[in-house]
Nanobody, 127 residues
Framework: QVSLVESGGGLVQPGGSLRLSCAAS????????IGWFRQAPGKEREGVSC????????YYADFVKGRFTVSRDTGRNTVNLQMNALKPEDTAVYYC????????????????????WGKGTLVTVSS
């Protein structure tokens, strides 16, 4: 049974850092791509980043490029999201998801294509 569990969220000041982790069970993270998404209050869910298991390529939304880094830990079967230089507008519930495909695909940021989701972890950026 596929399961995803996010962790690492919390309250951080603007300019600070957090590291989110997505622990997978029921499959290996070197089999399927894992995407990170977020949803702020009153806003639509949006794609943040994706790690492609097929070739190790990484993808980022423009609004996080240069600040966020996605990585994979096959030993722990996790995909992690290092978030630096956080801004108040990064405040959201962050989710990881998979569509059980090895690659992220050109539509990796389309949350409607995902088959399995974690329950999310809240990130609040505030002074």
């Amino acid at each position: 049974q596929v399961s995803l569990v996010e962790s690492g969220g919390g309250l951080v000041q603007p300019g600070g850092s957090l590291r989110l982790s997505c622990a997978a069970s029921g499959f290996r993270v070197d089999y399927y791509a894992i995407g990170w998404f977020r949803q702020a209050p009153g806003k639509e869910r949006e794609g943040v980043s994706c790690f492609s298991s097929s070739d190790g390529r990484t993808y980022y939304a423009d609004f996080v490029k240069g600040r966020f880094t996605v990585s994979r830990d096959t030993g722990r079967n996790t995909v992690n999201l290092q978030m630096n230089a956080l801004k108040p507008e990064d405040t959201a519930v962050y989710y990881c998801a998979t569509q059980e495909e090895p690659g992220c695909g050109t539509n990796w940021a389309n949350y409607l294509d995902m088959d399995y989701w974690g329950k999310g972890t809240l990130v609040t950026v505030s002074s």
